[in-house]
């Protein structure tokens, strides 16, 4: 099945102040309308790892979302997830299309690089993701884009684009007016007390689809 990459990516939170389990988080982003999830856990073990990950494909596949596995190839191979995302510490676009087959999603970090994104549309990638946009807790030291790179992105690449890093349902806008095709976002939804209602409020930033 190729997946439409459009609308809010909800990317798993490291560290929690909720009191429900991840799965249940992630379901609670999914009803408030996200339409990929990213599993990112930069600590723990490949036991925890691995034993998350699977929970979270059977909560994404039930509501018939696609999973991304973010730097762990491996990781998404054995559990069948729906795709990688990589960055540059992270293995080649291309040995993770080889592996995870023509439907995968292979996201990459293209940081503030048109170029990057060049090559990786290019390598096969089915996506492009620039960042960070806006000051992330999550990455205090990450490069900051301004979002006309987004609409130049958009006038070189067929790629979709994947907005990430400080965006709020306030500023997420006009990120969208500048070309992204999904924000991607961990503290606006997690660190918030209502997931659902903080995710929606993401979903209805973007223009409503049409059906095909
Ligand atoms: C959608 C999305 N965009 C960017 C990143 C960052 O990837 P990377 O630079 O490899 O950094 P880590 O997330 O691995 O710390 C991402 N994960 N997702
Ligand atoms: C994981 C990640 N990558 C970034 C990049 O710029 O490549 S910014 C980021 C953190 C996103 O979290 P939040 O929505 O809480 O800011
Ligand atoms: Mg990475």
Redesign the pocket.
Known sequence: MTHRLHGLYAITPETSTQPSPLSDQITAAIQGGARLVQYRNKGSDRERKSAEAKSLLAVCRSAQVPLVI??DLDLAAAIGADGV??????PDPRAARERLGPQAIIGV?CYDQLALAMEAEAAGASYAAFGSFFPSTVKPNAVRPAPELLSEARKRLRLPLVAIGGITSQNGALLIAAGADMLAVVTGIFAQPDIAAAARAYTTLFPKETPR
């Open positions: 973010n730097d995302h990589l960055g540059r510490d992270d970090s």
